[in-house]
């Protein structure tokens, strides 16, 4: 069996913790899909569950929604956790649901399937 390892690519930001969405630069693309459209059609993700692949999520704006948390990098049985932040952004983006900047998807629970490690990095098996 043969592993590859695929390593963050150089010059990737620093994490930012407190505001993922807005620090993400995902604010404009969010304003230019116009979700608001979306929402006050009542299409927020209510009855839906998105499963987010990447470095796992945790954040305010997720609480209560997340349904399943797996760690298959690390195997660790614990509470969700992100030590790398892009799952937190992918995860708010979609469908965090506090502050000013709501995901696409508000009311959709998640479950996070971590396959990083701390450093974004991820092993393909052939």
């Not at 010059?11 to 913790?17: D, N, T």
């Not at 965090?96 to 092993?123: F, H, Q």
Request: net charge neutral; with cysteine; charged share 25%.
């Amino acid at each position: 069996m043969k592993i590859e390892h695929f390593p963050q690519p150089k010059g990737s930001p620093k994490a930012p913790r407190n505001k993922p969405v807005e620090q993400a630069g995902n604010k404009k693309g969010r304003d230019t899909m116009k979700f608001d459209q979306l929402h006050q059609e009542g299409l927020a993700g209510r009855n839906v569950c998105l499963a987010v692949l990447d470095s796992g999520a945790v954040h305010p704006d997720l609480q209560n929604r997340v349904v399943a948390f797996k760690d298959f990098f690390y195997k660790k049985d614990e509470k969700p956790y992100d030590d790398f932040f892009h799952g937190t952004a992918v995860s708010t983006m979609a469908a965090g649901n506090g502050g000013p900047v709501p995901g696409v998807a508000p009311n959709a629970n998640l479950a996070i399937l971590k396959v990083t490690d701390e450093n974004g990095s991820v092993e393909a098996f052939e």
